[in-house]
């Protein structure tokens, strides 16, 4: 049988480590026919050896994306390993520890710019850096953490998360003509080595595996990953400047559940 995504070329950010969100989506892409070219930054090493735990090893380009040198350099980088790319997965987030925790009315503007730089406006940049490699069009998935409503210790990178999903209509509506759809996965929590890095995580952690109403686990990306290939492969020709939830269903219930609803008790 063939995959969602034989023949298509995707260039994914974010691999860490093996439960990196970035991390599932390449695995899976490979898995549905894809090849793929993955981008690290700083810890290069680290991500070319994690590279080699996927189903097959990929390619590993040097990218800060928020670095303009790199940035304008990443085309002609990817296509030392393909010729072109079919689809984008942005998995780009980061903030200062004075930005998270509880700290909102205190956090220092340049926290505050660091944070929207990182989590926010490279969205944007990836998505230029990546023009020249989308000739035929394509696809381009964000990662995101729902920005509705205000979260406990998220403080200003909920702020940022909030942006991402403005610039994400932006960016639809100035490559929509391009033939480039973008989107965004709405995520629940993931034990990730980012997780980690927010002081009191299991709050998200406990709320999310009693409330869900399918359920949650926090070391499974595959429901993550496979959204993102639907969105990354052909199945969906006419969505773009779209959030689609993968949550087990959080972000439509209340409060948690508390009766049997087989029984009614």
């Not at 350099?73 to 980061?94: N, S, T």
């Not at 980012?194 to 926090?218: C, H, M, N, V």
Request: proline share 5%.
């Amino acid at each position: 049988m063939s995959g969602i995504l034989d023949g298509k070329r995707l260039l994914v950010t974010g691999v860490i480590t093996e439960q990196s969100l970035g991390f599932g989506v390449a695995k899976y892409a490979q898995e549905q026919g894809a090849d793929v070219v993955l981008t690290g930054f700083g810890r290069l090493s680290l991500v070319e050896r994690i590279a080699k735990k996927l189903p097959k090893p990929a390619p590993v380009v040097e990218l800060d994306a928020t670095d303009p040198e790199q940035l304008a350099g990443l085309a002609d980088k990817v296509r030392e390993h393909v010729d072109g790319i079919d689809g984008v997965l942005h998995a780009i987030a980061f903030a200062p520890p004075g930005a998270l925790g509880g700290n909102f009315l205190n956090t220092t503007w340049e926290d505050v710019a660091k944070a929207v730089e990182v989590s926010t406006f490279s969205y944007k940049s990836l998505a230029v850096a990546a023009l020249p490699l989308m000739e035929n069009g394509g696809s381009i998935v964000g990662l995101d953490f729902d920005a509705q409503q205000a979260w406990p210790v998220y403080d200003w990178m909920g702020v940022a998360k909030a942006g991402l999903e403005a610039v994400n209509r932006y960016l639809a509506r100035d490559l929509g003509p391009k033939g480039i759809r973008v989107n965004l996965i709405s995520a629940g929590p993931q034990r990730t080595m980012a997780a980690k890095s927010i002081p009191g995580f299991e709050a998200f952690e406990q709320a999310w595996t009693k409330r869900a109403p399918l359920g949650w686990s926090l070391t499974d990306s595959e429901p993550v990953a496979k959204a993102c290939a639907a969105l990354l492969s052909d199945l969906f020709p006419a969505t773009s400047g779209e959030i689609i939830h993968v949550d087990g269903g959080f972000h439509a219930v209340g409060v948690e559940r508390t009766e049997d609803v087989s029984t009614g008790q």
